[in-house]
Structures are given as structure tokens and as C-alpha cells.
């Protein structure tokens, strides 16, 4: 238990569906991430979140779409999906520091399949 | 952050050290070496790092060159629990991203 927990598990949904994964982090920590993991390829970071404000999109397609509503909670809302969206998406937490050493903790990931 | 080059799989008899090596040649004074491992579809689970002391906890130890252009990853006595992809990950602290790689496969076995 790494103190992220991200629901659903799995989530299998149609191109015309409207979806949100969830986030939730019980560190205290202040800054939230996005990332995606498809299959055979590295870790993507998509989004993240200081202090609940976007601080970073890499230029991730709008029909992604982020909300911060605390620090606390992160969520990931999808709309319209392809196909080439099936993956893997991991939220993870972390106590920013300007001094060094903040260390990312990962939630278990929600295995997506668009159909 | 700097880039880092990693093999892409190793093995390790259970029981024995797993030295994982990592080369970051163009590594910045400021940068820190980070390590993380994914076991099979869960999300990666950080390990160690270090900026150029050699550290130690309870899962690992990293030793740093003291040129700082290369590290290793060492798991004192591997168990087939440790079969997971390692990421060597240089990055400047603070607010700054983690940018994962390939990672190197390692195979612990019986």
C-alpha cells in the first residue's frame, strides 16, 4: 500500500463514452501526476499538478481532461476515446521540495481498454 | 535531466547480488540519480537515490562514481520478488518530472 489509490482497477469503455478515473492520496503531499503506459512503451507523464494548479501538460489531447479539486484528489476525465488510448494510467503524489530528494509515489494504475 | 543508458535485461540467481548499472555521462552538478522498480502492471515503486554519496537503505544500495557519470543499483540478496523493470532516472530536484526509459528487465531465478 503505497498511500495512493486510484479507482477503477479496469475500466472498459465504448469511443463514444464518458468516463472519469480517480485519484485520491492520503500523504499530505502537495503535487499530483498523470501518466500513461502503453503497451511496450516507456512511462508518459500527461499532466501535473502543484499546489492544485496545472503546472504541466505534455501536450495531451483534449479529450483528457484533467480537475484538481484538492490536493488531496486528482481526477482524469475522458471523452471521445480511440482505440490507441488502451493503457495503462498511473496517478502518483509527491511532497515537491526545492532542495532536492522528493520522491514520487505511485498508485496501482487503472488498466483501460477502449473498445 | 540527463540522459541515461541502461542493458536492457539481466539475470540473477535467487539468493545472490543483483548489480544493476546505469551509465548518466552528462549528469549536471544538480542532478540526482534516482532509482525505481515496476514489478508486472503495477506502478513503479521507488527505491533509492543520491546526488554523490553512496546510499543505503533497506531495499537497495547506490553507488555513485565519484566522477558521477556512472551508478549502480545493488540488491544485496535477490529474491524471485524482485523481478521487475529498473529505472535508472536522473533528474534536477524539486518540481521537475521523472522521465522514465526502458529500464533494465531483471529475472530472478530459483
Known amino acids: 500500500e503505497t498511500g495512493v489509490t486510484q479507482t477503477p482497477r479496469h475500466l472498459v469503455m465504448g469511443m463514444t463514452n464518458k468516463k472519469s478515473l480517480k485519484c485520491e492520496q492520503h500523504?499530505?503531499?502537495?503535487?499530483m501526476y498523470w501518466y500513461k503506459q502503453s503497451a511496450k512503451k516507456p512511462l508518459e507523464l500527461m499532466f501535473v499538478?502543484?499546489?492544485?494548479?496545472?503546472?504541466e501538460n505534455n501536450s495531451v489531447p483534449s479529450r483528457f481532461s484533467p480537475e484538481c479539486p484538492n490536493s488531496s484528489h486528482l481526477f482524469l476525465h475522458l471523452h471521445t476515446l480511440q482505440p490507441e488510448d488502451s493503457a495503462l494510467y498511473l496517478c502518483?503524489?509527491?511532497?515537491?521540495?526545492?532542495?532536492?530528494?522528493?520522491?514520487?509515489?505511485f498508485g496501482a494504475g487503472t488498466r483501460l481498454s477502449v473498445l | 535531466d540527463a540522459k541515461t543508458t541502461q542493458p536492457p535485461s539481466m539475470d540473477c540467481a535467487e539468493g545472490r547480488a543483483a548489480n544493476l548499472p546505469c551509465n548518466h555521462s552528462?549528469?549536471?552538478?544538480?542532478?540526482?540519480v534516482y532509482w525505481y522498480r515496476q514489478i508486472h502492471s503495477q506502478g513503479p515503486q521507488y527505491i533509492i537515490h543520491?546526488?554523490?554519496n553512496n546510499e543505503t537503505n533497506e531495499m537497495a544500495s547506490l553507488i555513485i562514481t565519484e566522477d558521477r557519470k556512472s551508478s549502480t543499483l545493488i540488491l544485496p540478496h535477490a529474491t524471485l520478488r524482485d523481478t521487475a523493470v529498473y529505472y535508472c532516472?536522473?533528474?534536477?530536484?524539486?518540481?521537475?518530472?521523472?522521465?522514465f526509459g526502458k529500464g533494465t528487465m531483471l529475472l530472478v531465478s530459483p
Open positions: 500523504l499530505g503531499h502537495n503535487a
Open positions: 543520491g546526488l554523490k
Open positions: 552528462t549528469i549536471s552538478g544538480n542532478e540526482y
Open positions: 502518483a503524489s509527491s511532497q515537491a521540495r526545492a532542495t532536492g530528494g522528493d520522491i514520487q509515489y
Open positions: 499538478y502543484n499546489f492544485k494548479e496545472q503546472t
Open positions: 532516472i536522473v533528474r534536477v530536484a524539486g518540481y521537475s518530472t521523472l522521465t
